[in-house]
C-alpha cells in the first residue's frame, strides 16, 4: 500500500474544501502534493531554492524529482510547529498534520506532539510514517 494510500484512510475527502493540513519536510515526494489540488501547506527547514540546491547536489536524488519539491509554506524545525503556525495562522485551524519519514529525525519529538496539539483543531488528526526498521539490533 502506497505512503498516500495508508494516510488516506484517516483523511476521507483530502481535497474537500476546508480541510487543511501541514506537511512535514516532504522533499521530493509529498504525500498530497499542491499541484494535485490538496489544501496543504509544507514546512521544512529550508526554503524552496535551498532544497532544490540541495537536491542538485545530492547524487542520489534523481534529477528528474527536483521539481516536485514543493513551495515552503513554513520555514522552521517541526519541533518548533507551534510558534511558527502561529505567526501566520490561528492555532487550533489545521484537520491535519503529515509526518512521513520525519519523526526518527526530530530533535524534540516530545516538543513536536505538543506543538501538534495547539496546531490541529478539536478532533484534528497528527499522522505519522515512520520509515520501517527491517533490522533486528
Known amino acids: 500500500m502506497s505512503r498516500r494510500a495508508e494516510f488516506s ?3 476521507p475527502h483530502p481535497k474537500e474544501p476546508g480541510i487543511l493540513a ?9 504525500i498530497f502534493p499542491k499541484k494535485e489540488g490538496y489544501p496543504c501547506l509544507v514546512l521544512d527547514l ?4 535551498t532544497l532544490q540546491e540541495r537536491a542538485e547536489r545530492d547524487p542520489y536524488i534523481p534529477r528528474e524529482r527536483i521539481p516536485d519539491i514543493e513551495e515552503v ?3 522552521g524545525s517541526a519541533s518548533e510547529i507551534a510558534e511558527i503556525v502561529a505567526a501566520h495562522y490561528p492555532l487550533s485551524s489545521f484537520a491535519y498534520i503529515i509526518s512521513s519519514h520525519n ?3 526530530l530533535p524534540n519529538p516530545i516538543r513536536f ?3 501538534c496539539a495547539k ?10 510514517g515512520p520509515t520501517r526498521c527491517t533490522h533486528l539490533f
Open 22 to 30: 501541514i506537511e512535514i519536510g516532504p522533499w521530493f515526494a509529498p
Open 46 to 49: 529550508y526554503d524552496r531554492k
Open 73 to 75: 509554506d513554513l520555514v
Open 9 to 11: 484512510r484517516y483523511i
Open 119 to 128: 496546531v490541529l483543531k478539536p478532533g484534528g488528526y497528527p499522522l505519522d
Open 103 to 105: 519523526f526518527e529525525h
Open 113 to 115: 506532539l505538543q506543538g
